[in-house]
């Protein structure tokens, strides 16, 4: 049997690079630049790869050429709630409307030891976390700046978008990751390649090979120092398609919208002095010109029994309903009814059968 966890996911190329909107200053606080940072993965090619791309852009691009591999905005971009110690993913949490904010990911600050993973606890401690509300001004764990002070940490989002850049594409395929740090840039790209993709789709296309442009633009945005609000110039991430593709996309759009003809049938008048037939003789001439039905042929039903994982958030929810318990404590029964290995469908649904009389 294959490690499903291992070769099941998400499609992606080898990543080629980092674009960045900031960089750290001398005290290792976070600044913005008004320019992409372009940093440059180890890889065979590296330096035809950051040589290819400085003759396209220079050192200090402000707007940059990509396209995407994959068709929908949900395969090359999403974002999170994140935060890292010693270099590693810690905490991951995610946000909807639906669920609220919930946890993704968990590690022990101290020990390291995963406690939820997929969104489902791995142990007892992971079951009794995420049966507390989530809290994201909470502080993950502390540590001492160069001047002895305690330096708290907490989740922040974080934006992943996998570009393709065309200039780099012709030495390395692959991709460069941009990953936008504040809600407005998460928020920018979110909604204008939503935009984009839900046009695309109303002529039957999608995402793949529409040039884009991502770039950067001072604005006036509002700014929180401290308990004060105030407006002050920052350099904001946008992403358009080309305007090329954009007016032909309308054009197509536009003719899609207009009536449909439906050509009829001709039907033959009579003339001066012309004899009405029969209806013997007219449905004798209906049936010359029919079309008889097209044949149907119904496949064979297959009925699938496909493994599930009796800890997966489908699981858990099933169990929660079927047994009006908490979701963590069904996650416990699930688990040491069936273990964390996958099972059938009909063995995990047998579980929930009545006893035969």
């Not at 590690?107 to 993973?117: G, K, Q």
């Not at 401690?125 to 809290?135: E, K, M, N, Y």
């Not at 008889?292 to 169990?319: G, K, N, R």
Request: glycine share 6%; charged share 30%; with cysteine.
């Amino acid at each position: 049997m294959p490690i499903t966890d291992l070769t099941e996911g998400p499609r992606s190329y080898i990543k080629l690079g980092q674009i960045r909107k900031g960089e750290k200053d001398a005290e290792g606080k976070p600044r913005d630049l008004d320019y992409f940072r372009v940093t440059f993965m180890n890889h065979p090619k590296k330096d035809k790869i950051e040589r290819a791309f400085r003759d396209a852009y220079g050192e200090r691009p402000t707007s940059l050429n990509v396209k995407f591999a994959f068709p929908t905005v949900r395969e090359v971009y999403d974002a999170n709630y994140e935060c890292y110690k010693q270099g590693g993913l810690y905490w991951k949490a995610g946000s909807s409307a639906k669920k609220g904010l919930y946890w993704i990911f968990y590690r022990d600050a101290e020990t390291a030891e995963v406690e939820i993973s997929n969104g489902m606890p791995r142990t007892n401690v992971g079951a009794d976390i995420l049966s507390r509300p989530l809290d994201l001004n909470k502080s993950l764990y502390t540590t001492l700046d160069k001047k002895n002070q305690p330096v708290e940490h907490f989740l922040s989002p974080v934006g992943r978008l996998e570009v393709v850049i065309p200039e780099v594409a012709e030495v390395a395929v692959g991709y460069f990751e941009f990953r936008p740090e504040s809600p407005r840039d998460i928020r920018n790209i979110a909604v204008e390649l939503g935009t984009y993709e839900f046009m695309a789709s109303q002529f039957g296309k999608s995402l793949l090979g529409i040039p884009f442009k991502l770039f950067r633009r001072e604005e006036t945005v509002p700014k929180r120092i401290g308990t004060r609000l105030s407006a002050a110039p920052s350099w904001v991430v946008h992403i358009e398609a080309s305007a090329e593709w954009g007016s032909k996309a309308l054009e197509v759009i536009e003719a899609m919208s207009l009536p449909e003809i439906i050509e009829g049938e001709t039907i033959e008048m009579l003339g001066p002095g012309d004899k009405l037939p029969s209806f013997a003789e007219f449905v004798e001439k209906s049936e010359a010109h029919s079309t008889p039905p097209p044949e149907i042929h119904f496949a064979p039903i297959v009925i699938e029994d496909p493994l599930v994982d009796p800890l997966s958030m489908w699981a858990v929810d099933y169990a929660a309903s079927d047994w009006n318990k908490p979701k963590n404590e069904c996650a416990k029964i699930l688990a040491e009814k069936f273990g964390t290995k996958k099972i059938k469908k009909s063995v995990f649904l047998a579980a929930f059968l009545p006893p035969e009389v």
